[in-house]
């Protein structure tokens, strides 16, 4: 059974850090890249950050010097670690996994920035 778990959501004010970690089981096949997405209310989801198995980062210009995905301590899992927060940051942030030609997403996790 394919499980991809998010956690570390919650609410900051502006400037703040938060870490969002996600952990991913269950896939048959060797995963290629494991990323973040976010939405905001009323507008579409949005690639924040992604790392393939190689170790080659993508990152949404609106995050760039801010987010980074820190070296995995363990295997299939994914951090995002979020600096200088803004309010434009506030979304749900999901985990999104890719092997092969299937994509997984985990459920979710609220993440608010108060100016």
């Known amino acids: 059974q394919v499980q991809v778990v998010e956690s570390g959501g919650g609410l900051v004010q502006a400037g703040g850090s938060l870490r969002l970690s996600c952990a991913a089981s269950g896939m048959s096949f060797s995963i290629n890249t494991m990323g973040w997405y976010r939405q905001a209310p009323g507008k579409q989801r949005e690639l924040v950050a992604s790392?393939?198995?190689?170790?080659?980062?993508n990152y949404a210009d609106s995050v760039k010097g801010r987010f980074s995905i820190p070296r995995a301590n363990a295997k299939n899992t994914v951090s995002l670690q979020m600096n200088s927060l803004k309010p434009e940051d506030t979304a749900v942030y999901y985990c999104?996994?890719?092997?092969?030609?299937?994509?997984?997403w985990g459920q979710g996790t609220q993440v608010t920035v108060s100016s």
């Open positions: 999104n996994v890719i092997t092969g030609s299937l994509a997984y």
């Open positions: 790392i393939t198995s190689g170790g080659r980062t």
